[in-house]
């Protein structure tokens, strides 16, 4: 959810955004953004994979190297989806990873590019070093000691990577009482919040429904922290 209210949102600023989605298990991402279907996906077992078409051999690649059959696209917006856990004994998502990994290693991005990389939860990825390509981690805290816990984790992780930014998001944050209370305790673990998105219901029955998401009030405050993103970093 917040992967794609972040994507339209710099969409909405004046970006061009490729959204990765590299999580092997979510299926409806691209229902988010409002796609009648999925692209093609960069690895599937039943055609005996991908991700060897000769523009993916370059040392280097743009957004207009990759084949338009790969993306779903829409005013400013790319998805491209690496691939899922679709079979019983499929085998393990590491092929998956490290076409990530390669992929992001090869692009070259123009000043008004972003490339936004969704992954599952967890620290699975960091294992396959996906985040030595990346800018910066947005860890996503929810109210709870496993989330705040795993923050901790992600920060340490990252940090062993190289430079990786980290940057927590607070989610579906209740009243001002909770967040002072994480703001709080990732302040003890060195974590520096971004921003908070409070509890939207209007997005968790879209959710539910697997509808595209609109205007709500949790997609201005994905607006604020995107905004808080640009004048924090190098992107803008």
């Known amino acids: 959810m917040i992967v794609a209210l972040m994507s339209k949102v710099l969409v909405e600023e004046g970006y061009t955004v490729l959204t990765v989605d590299s999580d092997e298990s979510n299926p409806g991402l691209y229902l988010m953004f409002g796609f009648d279907r999925a692209p093609m996906p960069l690895i599937d077992v039943r055609r005996g994979g991908a991700y060897i078409m000769r523009e993916f051999e370059q040392d280097q690649l743009s957004l207009e190297d990759i084949p338009g059959e790969y993306l779903a696209e829409d005013d400013g917006l790319k998805l491209l989806i690496v691939g899922k856990i679709n079979e019983a004994l499929q085998g393990c998502a590491c092929t998956m990873g490290a076409v990530v990994k390669d992929l992001l290693g090869k692009l070259v991005l123009k000043d008004n590019e972003v490339v936004v990389v969704d992954t599952e939860a967890g620290v699975e990825h960091f294992g396959r070093g996906l985040e ?74 879209v959710c539910f429904e697997g509808k595209a998401l609109g205007d709500s009030q949790a997609k201005e405050d994905v607006r604020r922290i995107v905004r808080s993103l640009l004048e924090d970093s190098e992107l803008d």
């Open 132 to 205: 030595k390509n990346i800018d910066t981690v947005l860890v996503v805290v929810e109210p709870s000691f496993e989330s705040i816990a795993l923050a901790e984790k992600v920060n340490d992780l990252a940090g062993a990577i190289g430079d990786n930014r980290v940057l927590a998001i607070l989610n579906k944050i209740t009243s001002d009482g909770m967040e002072e209370s994480i703001r709080e305790k990732l302040k003890k673990r060195y974590i520096k919040p971004i921003g908070t998105i409070r509890h939207d219901p209007q997005i968790s029955e």
